[in-house]
């Protein structure tokens, strides 16, 4: 770890001098200035006194001008682009920017007039392109604020009554058990007292939320016999997923509730909206987006954009396509793009009321992200990838507006090797409906941030979240971190899957309930925070392993409950605060101390492991197909030591007919190159199945299989079984085994054990002493079906399998 910190604080000395370097060329003097006015004529030579209109004729001036630092000044006003402004490798060194004296706002949009009253309360306005088909919006800025749209119910959500009870197996896992139908990605059954009969389809889009993301989908057909509506594209998880019931209605006349609102009917080609009291519909200001993006920089892999500078101006108005967000709504364009640029700056941009991301950022190389006034937003805030780069002193609030999976900052660093990645100095970021950061790769660091009010509306999720490796959480303060529904929970500080050596050090969280999280990761070090809590407060460290814990003050009246404390390797120089209510929740002496709080020792299983009759025997391929296996997936999630196993999931499936018992292993790895083919048991990878078995004279003896990723399958007389008998199950068994995966990935295998062999007759009900254990080499993890205390072909400390 000492060598992780020193190569961030490196990391930290290198992005100052990276952004000294752009700020220095940024702030030297322009050799050319070319002046743009929304009154210009492209005519004029650009000065301020006879203004270019267009900021393609400033460019294409620039780029005509000597070689050196160029300028592209807004003079005041709007701004009504009718294509994306773009900026490649010619432009090096141009810096755009807003003029000293008043606001210039690029509208990625065209203003809509000629209103007309619509009925007594609304007002509507016709767009012929509406209803040819070739003009659609998501979004409507009226005098500078984002209008809502018009929703059923006015507020919160209706229960739709589809069905999909499926397991997740988590993300690194393989995602669901088994694929979802064509049907159950495209169909929502309802409850026919929520959708009235005069919907129309055309214009009716459905929000169907997920745990941690939600599709936007369009509707095909609604059949009122059946209650069901048919989606024009699939969702991205089946409605009813996670248990997850929740669904919206947006873009109908019968959801227009309440002033401000609007929506789009595409079946009479008009936009329809309802005005705020004292709202002059000839005198208001509405702008409907045309474009996805208002402003692109763009390099190639053989000519970077460099030394490019947006700064002081406003952008708004964007719209979206209809489909699905995914994770994060990472699906959508930015009102701002950029990509493949170095040394590239945008400071004391005002964007906002845009439809999907504010900045969409790829390739970044040394680039600083300022100033910013980011807003509501569709989507997310900031998406970035790339590496040495800057994001500090931005106000970030009401993202996820249309998109409420959306995440604030989301960052990626994408370069090859560790190296540096972002640099986060935010400092206020508030009213998020999801995760305020979300990290992956290497090398940020996430410093003197203060979070409010965010998971407004999303689960399983966090202030501070990601998979991030060699990272530094530093000094940031989180609080208003809102539990909506009993799904995955919310957290402040969480790191996920594959998450390491990472340090979180110097932070605040106050009011939430599960300040730290850790699901799946290794070598963290959570050091000198401060937790507090109104009542319980849980820390939480599944499937995880090799973490610090030391300094730390925690404050709870309630419980304080550790999930998996085998997960921490250092406990030490703790204060904790506990205890200060009794059994009636009335106040008592806090029981203060340094120890970690005590956890119940894990007791051996009592349930058996199902084996389910199969009338077609599985094909022995290595591949698991999940119609071939019908019996639920074992999660093999135990140590020997009973304790709850480390890193990446390992599953198994089991089944029978009369001739054989087949065994099927899915061990999931982050890194497949890590996976060792040899023959070695506890140096190689592998699977262990430990069985109770027969010999031909009756006597009980205990055969232990094993199989590795080569291929190779090998029967041991470890638990005492005659040598001769080893042999000669080894010959009847069959096994296949293959990798699967690209990085991360894993390997399967699958065994056909004739219970000829084993001296067995299964028989329904039939119990029989069993384990089942793999070895990962990437982490040096065993991860078992039941902890023995001892080698894990120990059945009788293990657990059983029961025929069915």
Known sequence: MRVVRNFLISSIAVLGTAV???????????????????????????????????????????????????????????????????????????????????????????????????????????????????????AVVVDGRLAPRARLPESGSFLHQSVFDVRWLSSVGGGWERPPAPDELTTLVYDPQDIPATLDVRNAELRVYHMWDESL??????????????????????????????????????????????YLDRT??????????????????????????????????????????????????????????????????????????RQCALERLDIGNVGGQGILARQLTDCRITDCHIHHTGACAIKA????????????????VYHPSAIALSVSHSAATEGQGFFFYVKD????????????????????????RVMREMQDGGAIYGGMRNSILRGNVVRDVVKVGEGYGVSAYYLDEGAQDCIVERNVSVGVERPTHNHITRNLVIRDNVFITEADMTLSFQRSGGATFEGNMLFAPGKITIGQPSAIKVWKNNIVFRDALNKDAAPQAFTIDDAMPPVATPQRRTAPAPVVRVSQTPELDGEIGWDEWPGGLLNLDREPSRWSAAGAPVFAELAYDDACLYVAVNAVSFDITKIRTGTVWGQDDGAEIAIASRMPDGQPVTHVIRGYPGGAVQCVADAGAPTEAAQRLAEAVRFAAKNYGKTRGGWRGEWAIPFEALGLKPESGQKVPFNLAVFRSEDEVWRCWEGTLAETWRIDEAGWLQFK
């Not at 009213?431 to 410093?447: A, K, L, R």
Request: aromatic residues 8%.
């Open 268 to 341: 009479q080609g008009r936009v329809v909206y309802w005005p705020l009291s004292g709202e002059d519909m000839n005198q208001v200001r509405v702008v409907a987006p045309r474009l996805e993006r208002i402003v692109s920089i763009a390099g190639t892999s053989s000519a970077a954009a460099e030394n490019i500078t947006l700064r002081g101006f406003a952008l708004q108005a964007t719209t979206t396509p209809l489909k699905p967000g995914g994770f994060g709504a990472y699906a959508f364009d930015g009102a701002v793009g950029i990509e493949r640029a």
């Open 20 to 138: 000294c370097g752009v700020a220095a060329e940024t702030a030297s003097s322009p050799q050319a200035t070319f002046f743009v006015a929304p009154g210009g004529r492209d005519e004029n030579p650009g000065t301020k006194d006879q203004p270019l209109a267009s900021l393609e004729a400033a460019r294409d001036a620039a780029r005509k001008a000597a070689a050196g630092p160029r300028r592209i000044a807004l003079l005041p006003g709007d701004y009504f682009l009718a294509k994306t402004f773009e900026l490649n490798a010619q432009d090096n060194g141009l810096t755009v920017e807003a003029d000293e004296n008043g606001t210039a706002t690029l509208y990625g949009g065209t203003r809509v007039t000629l209103w007309r009253p619509d009925g007594e309360r609304f007002w509507c306005a016709d767009l012929p392109e509406v209803q040819e088909g070739t003009w659609d919006f998501r």
């Open 385 to 400: 990838d790339g590496s040495t780069t800057l994001v500090a002193r931005n106000h970030i609030h009401h993202v996820g």
């Open 217 to 262: 989908v369009g509707v095909a057909s609604n059949d009122a016999e059946r209650h069901t509506l048919r989606f024009s594209t699939p969702a991205k998880s089946p409605p009813g997923a996670f248990g997850v019931k929740k669904y919206a209605i947006f873009n109908t006349r019968e959801g227009l509730t309440q002033p401000g609102q609007w």
């Open 429 to 452: 970021i508030n009213e998020i409906y999801y995760c305020v950061f979300v990290g992956s790769g290497g090398g940020h660091v996430i410093e003197e941030n203060l979070i409010s």
